[in-house]
């Protein structure tokens, strides 16, 4: 049984405490989410846990062989290696196994009169048959097919952003480490890479901590949320949607609290200023309780604010944009063939599909980057576009945050018609007061993109065009995004493979299957995809020819509607036998946190009773779905 331990990490960043004193066990089968807005220390306090930038002060405690892998969001490879050699210069152990085994063999094949040689490849032989390391280069290849790089002899050189991503993830992935740390590992992955993603990371045998905006995701792998929040670690028990409801309930009780603390102050405060003395034991533990309590009611309570962004914009008419059998061809790839469609006022259309299939090139068409071969682009009169593109325009890194958005104005009108600062529109999104002055090169990537899609909005456009959103935004942001595209009166038109954020967003769809074949949906895209996979399972079964098929197989099956009464009983009592199981996971862990971290016979007994209740929860689980079906 492998954990790692975390005791009293902290990190500073300039003038900026990002997390302080935080403490924390990782379990061998925990899989858990971290959270938190940009800017909040999510990537730095990865960095730490992997030893790529150790902490300030603190402990990580873990056993000799205690292995790591990590996913950073820009992988660090050598470009002049080739994708099956770059995965393949990973620090799993199998890889070094199978390098040594190649060098052996290159001597061999040099010197096959020399002892030492045939002794090393000997040697080097039986460790691959110890390590199993025959198969690595299968599952490397599996693994490459299902994250769609098929050319595996081609130059890291000549990768896109997302491919490389996706080539650092299969060599972390072929590794199989004790703890698998990922920093947005759906970013550039399209839908049925995301969907087999969730599937092997929930057979993974290790544990997972893994950042991500995409909320389906954390939902479908993760059984902890951690909150990295104003320096501090909250955990949540259960997926992300459990964890928004518990986070609820978290600072409504710290608010409560906070209220009968500063009721108490008040009248502790007039009693002190009745001049009181410490003539007694008793008074005098009267007055330092005063004085704890004075502390404590200075330190106000940090809760995420609630936030309404609304903007005013331009009228924009009935027609916005055209596309008349339009064609572009980008090299050998033919992006749009004779392709047609209108754009209204008010449309929500979702770009989805296949990565280097065109979507951001049909994007660019949109909005009038790239010229047709053929066909005609008609954009209305009264459109005023912004186009949120996936890389960042270049940000003078020498500039204030704040004079930055007032390169575009110092203020701007909402939809009564009232004038808002840049000031309060800075805090809106999540920018408090002492930042304003920040120079913009001391902000973290995400922080500049937030602050990148502010500057669109404040131009108050009444069409958006947005490249892959959700790429580097947390999810406070994307929620403020989502709840101002709700009530924004315009068009948006978006390009994304989130399926929480298209859900949100888009009610069209136009799915890119590559050589220009475009498929319109509309609906929300999960239904797409539910569509999609009952369509692959039909096409895929196989049809036995009619004088093979037995009697029994050409009766109708009888169809389930309804459940037993045993079937009833069971189901009735499910729920509270894993509410049951939940609670007893809960006092596992809670006790394997209280003890020493070189104390592993326990520890490892405590785990065992951890991996049992797990198996267990998750069988109850899947009757109670499978009973459910049948409830009226």
């Given at each position: 049984?492998?954990?790692?331990?975390?005791?009293?990490?902290?990190?500073?960043?300039?003038?900026?405490?990002?997390?302080?004193?935080?403490?924390?066990?990782?379990?061998?089968?925990?899989?858990?989410?971290?959270?938190?807005?940009?800017?909040?220390?999510?990537?730095?306090?990865?960095?730490?846990?992997?030893?790529?930038?150790?902490?300030?002060?603190?402990?990580?405690?873990?056993?000799?062989?205690?292995?790591?892998?990590?996913?950073?969001?820009?992988?660090?490879?050598?470009?002049?290696?080739?994708?099956?050699?770059?995965?393949?210069?990973?620090?799993?152990?199998?890889?070094?196994?199978?390098?040594?085994?190649?060098?052996?063999?290159?001597?061999?094949?040099?010197?096959?009169?020399?002892?030492?040689?045939?002794?090393?490849?000997?040697?080097?032989?039986?460790?691959?048959?110890?390590?199993?390391?025959?198969?690595?280069?299968?599952?490397?290849k599996t693994i490459l097919t299902q994250l769609h790089l098929d050319?595996?002899?081609?130059?890291?050189?000549?990768?896109?952003?997302?491919?490389?991503?996706?080539?650092?993830?299969?060599?972390?992935?072929?590794?199989?480490?004790?703890?698998?740390?990922?920093?947005?590992?759906?970013?550039?992955?399209?839908?049925?890479?995301?969907?087999?993603?969730?599937?092997?990371?929930?057979?993974?045998q290790g544990a997972l901590l893994i950042v991500t905006h995409d909320?389906?995701?954390?939902?479908?792998?993760?059984?902890?949320?951690?909150?990295?929040?104003?320096?501090?670690?909250?955990?949540?028990?259960?997926?992300?949607?459990?964890?928004?409801?518990?986070?609820?309930?978290?600072?409504?009780?710290?608010?409560?609290?906070?209220?009968?603390?500063?009721?108490?102050?008040?009248?502790?405060?007039?009693?002190?200023?009745?001049?009181?003395?410490?003539?007694?034991?008793?008074?005098?533990?009267?007055?330092?309780?005063?004085?704890?309590?004075?502390?404590?009611?200075?330190?106000?309570?940090?809760?995420?604010?609630?936030?309404?962004?609304?903007?005013?914009?331009?009228?924009?008419?009935?027609?916005?944009?055209?596309?008349?059998?339009?064609?572009?061809?980008?090299?050998?790839?033919?992006?749009?063939?004779?392709?047609?469609?209108?754009?209204?006022?008010?449309?929500?259309?979702?770009?989805?599909?296949?990565?280097?299939?065109?979507?951001?090139?049909?994007?660019?068409?949109?909005?009038?980057?790239?010229?047709?071969?053929?066909?005609?682009?008609?954009?209305?009169?009264?459109?005023?576009?912004?186009?949120?593109?996936?890389?960042?325009?270049?940000?003078?890194?020498?500039?204030?945050?704040?004079?930055?958005?007032?390169?575009?104005?110092?203020?701007?009108?909402?939809?009564?018609?009232?004038?808002?600062?840049?000031?309060?529109?800075?805090?809106?999104?999540?920018?408090?007061?002492?930042?304003?002055?920040?120079?913009?090169?001391?902000?973290?990537?995400?922080?500049?993109?937030?602050?990148?899609?502010?500057?669109?909005?404040?131009?108050?456009?009444?069409?958006?065009?947005?490249?892959?959103?959700?790429?580097?935004?947390?999810?406070?942001?994307?929620?403020?995004?989502?709840?101002?595209?709700?009530?924004?009166?315009?068009?948006?038109?978006?390009?994304?493979?989130?399926?929480?954020?298209?859900?949100?967003?888009?009610?069209?769809?136009?799915?890119?299957?590559?050589?220009?074949?475009?498929?319109?949906?509309?609906?929300?895209?999960?239904?797409?995809?539910?569509?999609?996979?009952?369509?692959?399972?039909?096409?895929?079964?196989?049809?036995?020819?009619?004088?093979?098929?037995?009697?029994?197989?050409?009766?109708?099956?009888?169809?389930?509607?309804?459940?037993?009464?045993?079937?009833?009983?069971?189901?009735?009592?499910?729920?509270?036998?894993?509410?049951?199981?939940?609670?007893?996971?809960?006092?596992?862990?809670?006790?394997?946190?209280?003890?020493?971290?070189?104390?592993?016979?326990?520890?490892?007994?405590?785990?065992?009773?951890?991996?049992?209740?797990?198996?267990?929860?998750?069988?109850?689980?899947?009757?109670?779905?499978?009973?459910?079906?049948?409830?009226?």
């Amino acid at each position: 049984m492998q954990t790692l331990r975390v005791e009293h990490l902290t990190k500073t960043y300039g003038e900026k405490t990002l997390f302080e004193d935080l403490n924390f066990i990782i379990n061998e089968h925990d899989r858990i989410g971290l959270i938190g807005t940009n800017g909040s220390g999510k990537t730095t306090l990865l960095n730490a846990i992997s030893g790529a930038d150790p902490a300030d002060s603190g402990e990580l405690i873990h056993a000799n062989d205690y292995e790591i892998g990590y996913l950073r969001q820009d992988p660090e490879l050598a470009a002049d290696e080739t994708v099956m050699e770059a995965v393949f210069q990973g620090s799993a152990a199998v890889f070094k196994i199978i390098r040594a085994y190649e060098e052996a063999l290159r001597e061999l094949e040099q010197h096959p009169e020399r002892k030492d040689a045939v002794t090393r490849f000997s040697q080097a032989e039986e460790r691959m048959n110890e390590a199993d390391a025959w198969t690595a280069e299968n599952d490397v290849k599996t693994i490459l097919t299902q994250l769609h790089l098929d050319e595996l002899d081609q130059k890291i050189a000549n990768l896109s952003g997302g491919q490389k991503k996706r080539v650092g993830l299969a060599q972390i992935l072929i590794q199989s480490p004790d703890l698998l740390i990922l920093d947005e590992p759906t970013n550039h992955l399209d839908f049925d890479s995301i969907d087999w993603l969730e599937d092997y990371l929930k057979n993974y045998q290790g544990a997972l901590l893994i950042v991500t905006h995409d909320r389906y995701f954390l939902d479908h792998v993760a059984n902890q949320i951690y909150e990295l929040s104003f320096g501090k670690l909250y955990t949540y028990q259960g997926n992300y949607e459990d964890s928004v409801r518990q986070k609820a309930e978290r600072q409504e009780k710290a608010l409560q609290k906070e209220h009968k603390d500063q009721q108490l102050y008040k009248k502790e405060l007039a009693w002190m200023k009745t001049g009181a003395k410490a003539r007694s034991t008793k008074q005098q533990a009267r007055i330092n309780r005063f004085e704890k309590l004075a502390d404590k009611v200075s330190n106000k309570v940090q809760v995420d604010q609630n936030i309404d962004i609304n903007l005013g914009q331009q009228r924009l008419g009935k027609k916005v944009i055209e596309l008349k059998e339009a064609s572009l061809k980008l090299g050998e790839h033919q992006i749009i063939q004779d392709f047609s469609t209108m754009i209204n006022a008010g449309d929500r259309i979702g770009i989805t599909g296949k990565n280097g299939a065109g979507k951001s090139s049909f994007l660019n068409i949109l909005a009038g980057q790239l010229s047709l071969d053929s066909g005609e682009l008609i954009i209305g009169e009264t459109v005023k576009a912004a186009y949120y593109r996936q890389q960042t325009e270049t940000i003078p890194e020498d500039k204030r945050v704040i004079n930055y958005l007032n390169e575009v104005a110092q203020n701007v009108v909402n939809t009564e018609g009232e004038r808002i600062s840049t000031t309060q529109l800075l805090e809106q999104f999540l920018f408090p007061r002492f930042m304003h002055g920040t120079l913009i090169r001391k902000l973290s990537g995400g922080e500049k993109r937030r602050l990148y899609l502010l500057k669109l909005l404040m131009m108050q456009p009444n069409v958006l065009f947005l490249d892959e959103p959700t790429n580097d935004l947390d999810v406070g942001t994307l929620t403020i995004l989502e709840n101002y595209l709700e009530t924004f009166a315009g068009t948006v038109v978006t390009v994304s493979h989130d399926r929480y954020f298209l859900d949100k967003v888009a009610d069209r769809l136009l799915i890119f299957d590559g050589d220009a074949k475009i498929e319109h949906y509309s609906g929300q895209f999960t239904d797409y995809l539910k569509q999609e996979k009952q369509s692959t399972r039909v096409t895929s079964k196989k049809v036995l020819p009619a004088s093979h098929k037995s009697e029994a197989a050409v009766q109708k099956p009888k169809v389930k509607t309804k459940l037993t009464y045993a079937e009833q009983i069971e189901f009735d009592n499910l729920e509270q036998e894993i509410d049951q199981i939940e609670q007893k996971t809960k006092d596992v862990k809670e006790q394997m946190a209280t003890i020493s971290g070189d104390d592993y016979l326990q520890l490892g007994d405590l785990q065992q009773q951890l991996t049992t209740l797990e198996k267990e929860s998750e069988e109850k689980m899947a009757r109670w779905e499978e009973l459910g079906q049948y409830v009226d």
